[in-house]
C-alpha cells in the first residue's frame, strides 16, 4: 500500500509564498503520475498541477505563472511551490499518484490510486 503524506501548509499573506511536499511510502514512485488537487469549503474538489513520470506539467488556468510543480524520484517526494498567493487560493490541498491507464486524463481525480490526507492553506487578504 502506498501512502502518501503532504507537509507544508500554513497560513501566509495574500501574495506571500508557501511551499507544499508530498512524500511517498513506496518504491516505484518515479513510475507515478503526480497531482494536486485543492478543496474549498463547500466546494468540489479542483485539479491544480499534475507532473508526468517523464516530467511534463499541466496546471490550472488560475495558477498558471504562479505555481510550479516539481518532483524529486530520489526523495520519492513531490512539490507545489506557491508564489504570489490570493485569498481564492484558500482550501485543503491534496497530492495524488498512480499509475494513469493508457490514454486516461491527467486531470480526472477518479485516475489516481493513492491520496495524502490533505494539508490546510489559508491566504488572508
Known amino acids: 500500500q502506498v501512502q502518501l503524506v503532504e507537509s507544508g501548509g500554513g497560513v501566509v499573506q495574500s501574495g506571500g509564498s508557501l511551499k507544499l511536499s508530498c512524500a511517498a511510502s513506496a518504491n516505484g514512485f518515479s513510475l507515478f503520475a503526480m497531482a494536486w488537487y485543492r478543496q474549498a469549503p463547500g466546494k468540489q474538489r479542483d485539479f491544480v498541477a499534475r507532473i508526468t513520470s517523464a516530467g511534463s506539467t499541466l496546471y490550472r488556468d488560475s495558477v498558471k505563472g504562479r505555481f510550479t510543480i516539481s518532483r524529486d524520484n530520489a526523495k520519492n517526494t513531490m512539490y507545489l511551490q506557491m508564489n504570489s498567493l490570493k485569498p481564492e487560493d484558500t482550501a485543503v490541498y491534496y497530492c495524488?499518484?498512480?499509475?494513469?491507464?493508457?490514454?486516461?486524463?491527467?486531470?480526472?481525480?477518479?485516475?489516481?490510486?493513492?491520496w495524502g490526507q490533505g494539508t490546510q492553506v489559508t491566504v488572508s487578504s
Open positions: 495524488a499518484g498512480g499509475i494513469l491507464r493508457l490514454g486516461a486524463s491527467s486531470t480526472d481525480a477518479s485516475e489516481y490510486d493513492y
